[in-house]
């Protein structure tokens, strides 16, 4: 007879071997499974985040995990009315696939891109009888509201906010990525008991602090004689950067200093646009997205980094970004509301600054002071690497997610 197993759907628009944040820590969990003796099935998209328009190669393995990519990709160029189909069409197609491959008892772990997948997911969730987990990244549509959206507004909003509650309502359990999001969510009528927290995570075992060579990637970029303020990854629509843009114009006459964008975003045209105005060009190095295997390298190039969010978006969004950075062994410049989620960790394990949104002054003087001080930074790297061994480490995460899939699941199938 063959061994029992319990099964367990993972949903997302990107997967393995995607190298978007949550393709990445959604192909650590799924993998982890899998090598627990879980069997695993990832429903996710055919496309790229970094490049919508291309198809990820279809023969692209996990081991120990099926993945099933179906659903269309973007068009180059296409309007904003065919993007909105596009999306429309990827949520029909995850939740027909997670019809037709699951059964009664199953787990689905559902996460938040494409954005309420969860409600897409909650008929196919009742008529199959299956153990609905969601995941929540982000909160919408709220975050929609906040950046402005008309999907977040007025009578379509409403509709939506009533439907990601009963989605979350009916859930087994519902997993935020921080506190104050699940205030949020239990604020939304959920029953405390089906909210808990367990926070992103990195590969801390590949991202390490450096040693006392200088990089590659920095000799590489023409930087080695530089105090770098860096950022790694996408620019979106959720961060702050004019606060960044200001201290900079303040510290354009201070030698050595340079600001490293690695990556893209939303908000990456409006920052080239601004270093232009402000000619602030010397100060400023762009380089493309990194693939996987560089991270571990280019997240060590800086000597700072910064990382921010507007401050509307506490609780629906938690830039899991800090991870990396902190396993890096790097000290950080948070650029974020001083209450919020972020910016207590920085502060109760010292191993950066908290900038209020606005405060360019303080941000230069900040910099200004840190760097003549290698001690005060190699202090601060080796807390925030102290805090990823506290608990926060990527064993320790899979691990707690395992246990929570265990309380919830049912008997093994055969």
């Known amino acids: 007879m063959a061994p029992k197993q319990r099964r367990v759907f993972l949903v997302n628009r990107y997967f393995h071997p995607d190298t978007s944040a949550t393709s990445?820590?959604?192909?650590?969990?799924?993998?982890?499974?899998?090598?627990?003796?879980?069997e695993v099935i990832a429903i996710t998209g055919?496309?790229?985040?970094?490049?919508?328009?291309?198809?990820?190669?279809?023969?692209?393995v996990l081991p120990g995990v099926a993945i099933h990519r179906v659903g269309p990709v973007t068009e180059a160029s296409s309007s904003l009315l065919r993007r909105a189909g596009v999306a429309l069409a990827v949520h029909a197609a995850l939740a027909v696939e997670v019809c037709r491959c699951a059964r009664a008892g199953d787990i689905v772990v559902v996460k938040t891109d494409p954005p309420l997948l969860s409600v897409s997911l909650l008929p196919v969730v009742l008529a199959r009888r299956l153990r609905q987990v969601n995941w929540l990244q982000d909160v919408y549509p709220e975050v929609a509201a906040e950046l402005g959206l008309k999907a977040g507004k007025g009578l379509l909003g409403g509709i939506l906010r009533r439907l990601r509650n009963a989605s979350l309502r009916h859930?087994?359990?519902?997993?935020?990525?921080?506190?104050?999001?699940k205030a949020k969510i239990t604020g939304f009528g959920v029953p405390a008991a089906r909210v808990t927290v367990l926070s992103n995570w990195c590969n801390d075992r590949s991202i390490v602090p450096a040693g006392g060579e200088p990089s590659r990637l920095r000799r590489d970029w023409g930087l080695q004689d530089?105090?770098?303020?860096?950022?790694?990854?996408?620019?979106?629509?959720?961060?702050?950067?004019?606060?960044?843009?200001?201290?900079?114009?303040?510290?354009?006459?201070?030698?050595?200093?340079?600001?490293?964008?690695?990556?893209?975003?939303?908000?990456?045209p409006y920052l080239k646009r601004a270093v232009a105005e402000h000619r602030l060009g010397a100060m400023f190095y762009f380089q493309?997205?990194?693939?996987?295997?560089?991270?571990?390298?280019?997240?060590?190039?800086?000597?700072?980094?910064?990382?921010?969010?507007?401050?509307?978006?506490e609780g629906l969004i938690v830039p899991s970004?800090?991870?990396?950075i902190a396993?890096?062994?790097?000290?950080?410049?948070?650029?974020?509301?001083?209450?919020?989620?972020?910016?207590?960790?920085?502060?109760?394990?010292?191993?950066?600054?908290?900038?209020?949104?606005?405060?360019s002054a303080g941000f230069a003087a900040t910099v200004r002071q840190w760097c003549g001080r290698p001690d005060?930074?190699?202090?601060?790297?080796?807390?925030?690497?102290?805090?990823?061994?506290?608990?926060?480490?990527?064993?320790?995460?899979?691990?707690?997610?395992?246990?929570?899939?265990?309380?919830?699941?049912g008997p093994p199938k055969s």
């Open 24 to 38: 990445q820590i959604a192909s650590d969990l799924a993998g982890f499974l899998a090598e627990q003796g879980w």
């Open 46 to 60: 055919a496309g790229r985040y970094d490049e919508p328009t291309c198809r990820l190669d279809p023969d692209a």
């Open 171 to 181: 859930a087994v359990m519902n997993v935020a990525v921080g506190e104050r999001m």
């Open 226 to 268: 530089k105090f770098v303020i860096g950022y790694s990854g996408n620019l979106g629509r959720a961060h702050e950067i004019d606060t960044l843009i200001g201290a900079a114009r303040l510290l354009r006459d201070e030698p050595g200093i340079a600001f490293l964008f690695i990556g893209n975003g939303y908000l990456t």
């Open 288 to 313: 493309p997205y990194q693939d996987a295997g560089a991270l571990p390298q280019s997240l060590t190039v800086p000597d700072i980094h910064w990382l921010s969010l507007n401050p509307h978006l």
């Open 321 to 324: 970004k800090f991870y990396g």
């Open 327 to 359: 396993a890096a062994g790097k000290p950080m410049i948070a650029v974020m509301a001083p209450d919020g989620e972020i910016s207590d960790l920085v502060r109760r394990s010292d191993c950066g600054a908290v900038i209020v949104p606005g405060d």
């Open 376 to 409: 005060l930074l190699a202090e601060k790297g080796r807390n925030a690497r102290a805090l990823i061994e506290s608990g926060l480490d990527r064993r320790s995460s899979l691990h707690a997610w395992q246990t929570l899939l265990l309380s919830v699941a």
